[in-house]
């Protein structure tokens, strides 16, 4: 049984920070998940810190809780902090004069007061003027957030807040030998190494001229620099390029697609970001290109050295003219709502060759094969919405779908397969809203879907090396 209270120093220690601490800590899975298992927090605990809406609630929630679950609990809640990336909160709580006080026991704890509901700041991809607040922080931590209503305003765009957490940074899990000798056979090879080649274009700055109506994407470079870290880590080579034309973009793909190193990597990850409508995204001049063009680069046909290997693309950007004002749910939780996820097939047959080319010496017919398959694809909006995009773009901490993306794969890419991770993202879209009080953005929602013509499971089984 659990001995109650916390050492004098430790609760000392945990009270003088909680300022810091509800406003600067990251309460996310991981760290829920290491209190658990040093068994500081029960499931029941768990849940409830979880099922509040803010970063901060959820901070508060924690800070009360752990001076009643014993004198181990200041000590699994430091190692958790390293393990989750914030060290600058652990060395707070190491440094505090109160680490040298007496080794007392105590019953309870309340933090000074409840904190309010803060939040970083939201930005809509639109293609009109808006307006801006400026931001002024002055401790360069991703979690540090500013109250809305307190901002300057200024005439260039209009930026809105958000109830988000930031991405984690946590390590990818890696997959056990075991997870992958039983899903090897019935799903896509995934051995090579590297695992394939990545390519992130993400357009955060657009020609004034020729594109004055596109204002910079304010937390964009945020999203390339996540994509980056998480794919590296799951081995791939990953090239980022920011602010291409229409024509750059164009150019940059073609030769990505021409690269020998597909010929031996299993598979390939192409991350498109910047504004949009339905079907094209955005170069800094303004001009548009198609997404179908896109697939088309990468199908059995233009990419002959990717067939048969799973092509994975990502596009962060607007799809249309419609923001999503959110529905309330009837007999259901008061921040639920319930969209549609529209998934439509990205295969297409196309036309064979010439004979010469379907044979092979024995004149026996080649296997055909459709013009275009074995790709996934997952949007931040639905077609035809624009969601605000509402792809919620924080100027910090970047948009909520490469956000909740990002975490998704650092937690569940050692035994999850990709369609899974995005219907879990999907989830987690799903949950989130924008809070703006006094806008027609105040309480705007986002959902994100995907698209499949996979023909296995993709597992992308990180940090694991078959022994052949």
């Known amino acids: ?131 801006e607040r400026s931001v002024d922080s002055s401790v360069p931590l991703p979690t540090q957030e500013e109250t809305a209503a307190k901002r300057a305003r200024t005439h260039d765009s209009m930026e809105f807040s958000l109830d988000a957490d930031s991405p984690i940074n946590t390590p990818v899990l890696p997959c056990t030998p075991d997870f992958y000798l039983s899903r090897c056979q019935q799903s896509y090879s995934m051995s090579s190494s590297p695992r394939g080649l990545a390519l992130v274009i993400s357009n955060v700055t657009f020609d004034p001229c020729a594109a004055p109506d596109l204002d910079p994407r304010k937390g964009g470079e945020v999203d390339d620099e996540v994509l980056r870290k998480v794919f590296t880590e799951l081995d791939y080579i990953v090239t980022v390029r920011r602010d291409l034309t229409a024509q750059g973009m164009r150019t940059c793909i073609e030769n990505f697609c021409r690269r020998p190193e597909h010929r031996t990597a299993d598979s390939c990850v192409m991350c498109l970001l910047s504004h949009g409508v339905e079907g094209a995204v955005y170069g800094t001049d303004g001009k548009l290109l198609q997404l179908d063009w896109v697939f088309e680069a990468f199908d059995n046909a233009h990419c002959p050295f990717l067939q048969n290997k799973p092509k994975i693309f990502f596009i962060q950007a607007c799809r249309g003219e419609e923001m999503d004002c959110g529905v309330e749910q009837i007999d259901g939780p008061t921040r639920m709502c319930s969209p549609s996820c529209e998934q439509r097939d990205a295969g297409r047959e196309g036309q064979g060759d010439a004979d010469s080319r379907q044979r092979g010496d024995t004149g026996r017919p080649r296997i055909k094969l459709p013009q275009r398959s074995d790709m996934i694809c997952g949007f931040a909006s639905l077609k035809g919405q624009r969601i605000c995009t509402a792809a919620m773009r924080n100027t910090k901490r970047g948009s909520w779908f490469i956000q909740e993306l990002n975490t998704a794969l650092r937690l569940h890419a050692r035994d999850t397969h990709l369609a899974d991770i995005l219907v879990q993202v999907n989830s987690r879209i799903k949950e989130r809203e924008g809070y703006a009080p006094g806008t027609a953005h105040h309480r705007c929602k986002e959902m994100s879907e995907f698209t499949s013509s996979l023909c296995k499971d993709l597992y992308f089984f990180p940090k694991y090396q078959p022994q052949y």
């Open 1 to 131: 049984m659990l001995e109650c209270g916390m050492l004098e120093r430790d609760r000392q220690a945990l009270r003088r920070q909680s300022a810091v601490l509800c406003k600067q800590l990251v309460v996310d899975e991981l760290l829920i998940q290491s209190l658990q298992a040093d068994d500081i927090l029960t499931e029941s605990m768990a849940e409830s810190i979880m099922a509040e809406q803010t970063s901060q609630k959820r901070s508060w929630r924690l800070l009360l809780l752990l001076p009643k679950r014993g004198p181990r609990a200041f000590g699994s809640f430091c190692s958790a902090l390293r393990e989750t990336e914030q060290q600058h909160l652990y060395d707070l709580l190491m440094q505090s004069p109160a680490r040298d006080g007496r080794e007392t026991h105590i019953d309870s704890f309340q933090p000074e007061e409840e904190p309010q509901e803060k939040a970083g700041q939201l930005v809509t991809e639109r293609t009109e003027k808006k307006r």
